[in-house]
């Protein structure tokens, strides 16, 4: 099995691409700072990091991928590098599990 | 010819498990005892013309059972009880209009509940004996009913699923099964500790997730991690699965909680037992994971 698609490996499409999260995904807050990420239709919950759920409010249309690690490198310890290969994995699945929707926006 | 229509009972035993009423009618006095002791908190003066009749009897070399319309048949005591048994776990199960079940065994101490969740074969029942030899009170080996509204934790007493191989590793640690156990295979919880089973939430969950390795580990996971393990271990119910989640992240919520990796029997069972007492001691809250005040917060990717 070969490693898992990242958002790297992607083209770029053309103009700006966003990812938006669907607004029918359940999320829950924990107290630990930890949130459930739950797709009723498919009954697939995905639970998340308090960094990963920051990546998960970003994708709110607004935010290309890279602002969205721009973002991140500000708020989290750790090396740009990392964080980008991180978000864009994260961002992956989230994409394949259908959480999110690609949106390509001309500027 | 239907086993009730055949039977002379010798006796009548009525129940009302969680809103699921039955009479257990049987004409073989061990098995009675058997089911006595195994819903012993259940014993109720319930409408006999209502209730679901639960058939159990002897008849030549073979054992019968009968519970509504579905029927089983044991040439041994063991199979017959166990259907039966399982038979009452589901009708149970199918009739709540309010609890959410969850495939999980469940031990109490002193006055709080602990849930070990996971799926079949992970070492659920025979990690559930061991840790009642150090004390605890095993109150299930299989599944708990939870009130949405309170948390309250309802543990569904089963008989007590142990294979070959669990009896061996408990065998090995010197514990030594019941009379009852010897007879029939048939052990309830109460055979192993009689106390009440208190009314409370869960503070400790558990998550057993193998492959077993060489030295048992318990890692903290984070409070979403464990309502997504709840939520995998639960099946239809009264409530939908957004319900459900909602739920069980309030459940987390007010939960330490942790993957257990097992080990050899006796060392899982001594590193569980004491995290246990260690947070039964804890104070308040001091199992929850802070964020850094001041500075960036550390970077968790994904989980």
Redesign the interface.
């Known amino acids: 099995m070969g490693p898992e698609p990242s958002l790297q490996e992607e083209s770029a499409p053309a103009g700006r691409s966003v990812l938006i999260r669907r607004v029918d995904v ?1 999320v ?1 807050g ?7 990420l ?1 797709d ?1 239709s498919g ?1 697939i ?8 759920g920051r990546i998960w409010d970003l994708c709110d249309g607004n935010h290309s991928i890279d602002q969205i690690v721009d973002d ?1 490198a500000a ?4 090396e740009r590098p ?2 980008d290969h ?2 864009r ?2 961002l992956a ?1 989230l994409e394949r599990h259908g959480f999110v929707e690609r949106q390509s926006s001309f500027q | 010819m239907s086993c009730a229509a055949a039977l002379q009972p010798a006796t009548e035993d009525s129940f009302c498990v969680f809103g699921f009423s039955f009479v257990l009618r049987t004409n073989h006095p061990e098995s009675r005892d058997a089911f006595v002791r195994l819903y012993r908190q259940f014993e109720s003066s319930i409408d006999a013309e209502t209730a679901i009749e639960a058939v159990f009897r002897s008849q030549g070399d073979e054992f019968r059972w009968q519970l509504g319309e579905k029927t089983g048949r044991a040439s041994d005591v063991r199979g017959a009880l166990w259907g039966l048994e399982s038979a009452l776990c589901e009708a149970t199960l199918r009739s709540q209009q309010r609890l959410i079940a969850i495939h999980a065994a469940t031990i109490y101490s002193r006055d709080s509940a602990v849930m070990l969740v996971g799926p079949s074969g992970a070492g659920k029942s025979t990690l559930s004996v061991a840790l009642s030899r150090r004390g605890f009170t095993l109150a299930t080996d299989d599944v708990a009913l939870v009130d949405p509204n309170t948390l309250t934790v309802h543990p569904i007493p089963r008989c007590v699923h142990l294979d070959r191989q669990s009896v061996l590793l408990l065998e090995a640690e010197c514990f030594h099964l019941p009379e009852t156990w010897k007879r029939f295979s048939f052990l309830a919880p109460v055979d192993l500790d009689s106390r009440p089973i208190p009314q409370c939430g869960a503070g400790l969950l558990i998550y057993i997730a193998g492959p077993r390795a060489q030295r048992s580990r318990l890692k903290p996971v ?4 464990m ?2 393990r709840l ?2 271990e639960t099946g239809q119910g009264p409530l ?3 319900e459900n ?2 739920v069980f ?1 309030r459940m ?2 007010s939960a330490a909680c942790f993957h257990l990796i097992p080990g050899s029997l006796s060392e899982t069972a001594d590193l569980v037992a004491a995290l246990i007492l260690r947070h039964q001691y804890a104070p308040a809250g001091s199992k ?2 802070g ?1 850094e005040r001041s ?9």
């Open positions: 359940d829950h924990l107290p630990d700072r930890s949130r459930l739950f009723p009954r919950s995905i639970p998340v990091s308090e960094s990963a991140l708020t989290y310890d750790a990392q964080i991180d978000a994995a994260f699945e | 984070s409070q979403s991690e309502a997504a939520l995998s939908t699965d957004s989640v909602a992240s987390s919520s929850v994971e964020i500075g960036k917060r550390p970077w968790r990717p994904r989980m």
